[in-house]
Nanobody, 121 residues
Framework: QVQLVESGGGLVQPGGSLRLSCAASGSIRSINDMGWYRQAPGKQRELVAVITSGGSTNYADSVKGRFIISRDNAKNTVYLQMNSLKPDDTAVYYC???????????????WGKGTLVTVSS
């Protein structure tokens, strides 16, 4: 099994910054893509950013130029640096990892429990 634990959420004023972290642990053989998703109240979960094991990234249009995703493969950790935050960024942010464990032979998606980000004055 794989466990993902997010940290770094909280309350921030518009224009401020936050950095989210997500550490994966468990019986991991390797991790392919890692990403961040978010779900605002009354809305569907949406992709925020994703990063491959090789470091290629992709972002939602709404966060391009403001958010930066990165990862430390040695620590099985993914980060999301969020700058110039807006009230519309308020949501629960979930970490996702496509991991191969010592039991499975193919990557499966795993999710964290989420961390709340609130952007408000």
């Amino acid at each position: 099994q794989v466990q993902l634990v997010e940290s770094g959420g909280g309350l921030v004023q518009p224009g401020g910054s936050l950095r989210l972290s997500c550490a994966a642990s468990g019986s991991i053989r390797s991790i392919n893509d890692m990403g961040w998703y978010r779900q605002a109240p009354g809305k569907q979960r949406e992709l925020v950013a994703v990063i491959t094991s090789g470091g290629s990234t992709n972002y939602a249009d709404s966060v391009k130029g403001r958010f930066i995703i990165s990862r430390d493969n040695a620590k099985n950790t993914v980060y999301l640096q969020m700058n110039s935050l807006k009230p519309d960024d308020t949501a629960v942010y979930y970490c996702n990892a496509d991991a191969i464990t010592i039991v499975t032979l193919f990557p499966m998606p795993y999710w964290g429990k989420g961390t709340l980000v609130t952007v408000s004055s």
